[in-house]
């Protein structure tokens, strides 16, 4: 069973454009919720993470909105740029750190010139 | 660089071997966490060490296992090889736990081992 449920599985924007990825979880113990940024042949890094205490946080051009009532988070990346393609995965977890991290399966942006 | 270093970058093997992939993690980092991705898994958690001892367990077959000696490097250990094992192995390192403003629970990712069963 997946805990953690993430669309869209790919997405291409252009240049300047907003991307929005959705997850979705079952678990209303999860209380972090973090988003990793894979670049292709590179490990997974952090992007940005949440607590569900507030419902928006921003850094830079991303921007993770949580919706705990819905048991759904999302990430916003505002002016998105070609060097933003990347595989983004987001995950949840218990206890508020990265025991047990559940990952999402990741979703693959592209970003055309 | 995430300071964590994964060995080897590339193997392939045949079904029914066993490989060993290596993992030293970030300089101070006392747990070390073990992924497997694959194109339709994504990231699956497979085990953590802390400090030498495991800590947590995932999705790991009995055919896998790990240990974390006492300098803190781990060592994954993967036996009668399939074609399905054929996949990407993470290694990730984390700092002991705090202040969550401090990044704590930040996992740091190595650039992976990529495994090819034939």
């Known amino acids: 069973q997946q805990q953690v449920k993430q669309s869209p599985q790919s997405l291409i924007v252009q240049k300047g454009g907003i991307s929005i990825i959705n997850c979705a979880y079952e678990n209303t113990a999860f209380d972090y919720f973090p988003w990793y940024q894979q670049f292709p042949g590179k490990g997974p890094a952090l992007l940005i993470a949440?607590?569900?205490?507030?419902s928006e946080k921003k850094e830079g051009r991303f921007t993770i909105s949580f919706n705990k009532s819905a048991k759904q988070f999302s990430l916003h990346i505002m002016d998105s740029q070609p060097g933003d393609s990347a595989t983004y995965f987001c995950?949840?977890?218990?206890?508020?750190?990265?025991?047990?991290?559940?990952f999402g399966k990741g979703m693959k942006l592209t970003v055309n010139p | 660089d995430s300071g964590v270093t994964q060995t080897p970058k590339h193997l392939i093997t045949a079904t029914g071997q066993r490989v060993t992939l290596r993992c030293s993690p970030r300089?101070?980092?006392?747990?070390v966490y073990w992924y497997q991705q694959s194109l339709d898994q994504g990231l699956q958690f497979l085990i953590q060490y802390y400090n030498g001892e495991e800590r947590a367990k995932g999705n790991i077959l009995e055919r896998f296992s790990a240990q974390q000696f006492p300098d803190l490097h781990s060592e994954l250990n993967l036996s009668s090889l399939e074609l399905g094992d054929s996949a990407l192995y993470f290694c990730a390192s984390s700092a002991p736990w705090g202040d969550f403003e401090g990044h704590t629970g930040e996992l740091f990712f190595g650039e992976g081992s990529r495994l090819t069963v034939l």
């Open positions: 949440i607590r569900p205490d507030v």
């Open positions: 995950a949840a977890s218990i206890e508020g750190g990265s025991e047990k991290l559940v």
């Open positions: 300089s101070g980092d006392l747990s």
